[in-house]
């Protein structure tokens, strides 16, 4: 199976700031990376597929980088509204598999 | 408007069943391949199982292999998964979700949670 890590479990950031967040796939995926939002007691929001392809109705401040086994989610300018929880996913093969989660709080 | 909408869910002993469904709507389901992940009570996300557009193809993860079973019924444009021998880990809310561009998952339902408790 393909582990997927994301390096910080958890990091916290004031209204404006540029933020990153860092996934690594223990073999290479190509670029079979998804990006979701999850906001507490809600259902996971898709944000990017396909490591670097904004999902329609996303916030342009949102973007996605990578390939091979590293991979990054960036938001330009960090909105209250952004406080949720993200995942990677690996779609390359299966089973499919996410990283453990890293938590964006608003300082 | 693509809406998905769970049920099923509810507290079960060790050892029982359970069946989830999916209905659908705003979308033609026989396009899509599904999924269904589960989320235990404060932790990440999990893949469970998924199935291809006609039902002829399915896959599970080795923790609910043998035990969960995911079908379909196009027509009447719901999902379902079938829960057997359920142990206390199985706790968790499932979702289901649409395969959407990229192999993404990109629908998914409100969830519905599964407690499996004596």
């Known amino acids: 199976d393909i582990q997927m890590t994301q390096s910080a479990s958890s990091l916290t950031a004031s209204v404006g700031d540029r933020v990153t967040i860092t996934c690594r796939a223990s073999q290479s995926i190509s670029s079979y990376l998804n990006w979701y939002q999850q906001k507490p007691g809600k259902a996971p929001k898709l944000l990017i597929y396909t490591a670097s392809t904004l999902l329609g109705g996303v916030p342009s401040r949102f973007s996605g980088s990578g390939s091979g086994t590293y991979f990054s989610l960036t938001i330009s300018s960090l909105q209250p509204e952004d406080s949720a929880t993200y995942y990677c996913?690996?779609?390359?093969?299966?089973?499919?598999?996410f990283g453990g989660g890293t938590r964006v709080e608003i300082k | 408007e693509v809406q998905l909408v769970e049920s099923g869910g509810g507290l079960v002993q060790p050892g029982g069943s359970l069946r989830l469904s999916c209905a659908v709507s705003g979308f033609s389901l026989n396009r899509h391949w599904m999924h269904w992940v589960r989320q235990a009570p404060g932790k990440g996300l999990v893949w469970v199982a998924h199935i291809n557009n006609d039902g002829s193809t399915t896959n599970y993860a080795d923790s609910v292999k043998g035990r969960f079973t995911i079908s379909r019924d196009n027509a009447k444009n719901t999902l379902y998964v079938q829960m057997d021998s359920l142990r206390v880990e199985d706790t968790a809310v499932y979702y289901c979700?649409?395969?959407?561009?990229?192999?993404?998952?990109?629908?998914w339902g409100q969830g519905t949670l599964v407690t499996v408790s004596s």
């Open positions: 996913q690996q779609s390359y093969s299966s089973p499919l598999t």
């Open positions: 979700a649409r395969e959407g561009t990229g192999w993404s998952k990109d629908y």
